[in-house]
């Protein structure tokens, strides 16, 4: 069984920073790209961040400049930085990664479950 796990949110002033982690287990046998996207209540789940398998990453427009995304590949982790928090960042973050299990070819999109992000005004 595969399971992603978040780590890190939590409640913190406009301006503040949080780190967001994510950790990949189970019998995984290689991780392609990995994610962080968010959902804010009424509004439909946006990406925030994907990093491939070396390195190359991608943000969206909102975020860029204020968060950093980066993975271990060791530790079949990846890491959100948030830095310059704004009341509109507040939305529960879910972790995403590209997974290949043992003995089969396709490659397929696993959801960690959440971690709630709130930014105070």
């Known amino acids: 069984q595969v399971q992603l796990v978040e780590s890190g949110g939590g409640l913190v002033q406009a301006g503040g920073s949080l780190r967001l982690s994510c950790v990949a287990f189970g019998n995984i046998f290689s991780i392609n790209a990995m994610g962080w996207s968010r959902q804010a209540p009424g509004k439909q789940r946006e990406l925030v961040a994907r990093?491939?398998?070396?390195?190359?990453?991608t943000y969206a427009d909102s975020v860029k400049g204020r968060f950093t995304i980066s993975r271990d590949n060791v530790k079949n982790t990846v890491y959100l930085q948030m830095n310059g928090l704004k009341f509109e960042d507040t939305a529960v973050y879910y972790c995403?990664?590209?997974?290949?299990?043992?003995?089969?070819?396709?490659?397929?999109?696993?959801w960690g479950q959440g971690t709630q992000v709130t930014v105070s005004s």
């Open positions: 990093i491939t398998t070396d390195g190359y990453t």
């Open positions: 995403n990664a590209d997974l290949r299990l043992p003995g089969l070819s396709v490659i397929s999109p696993y």
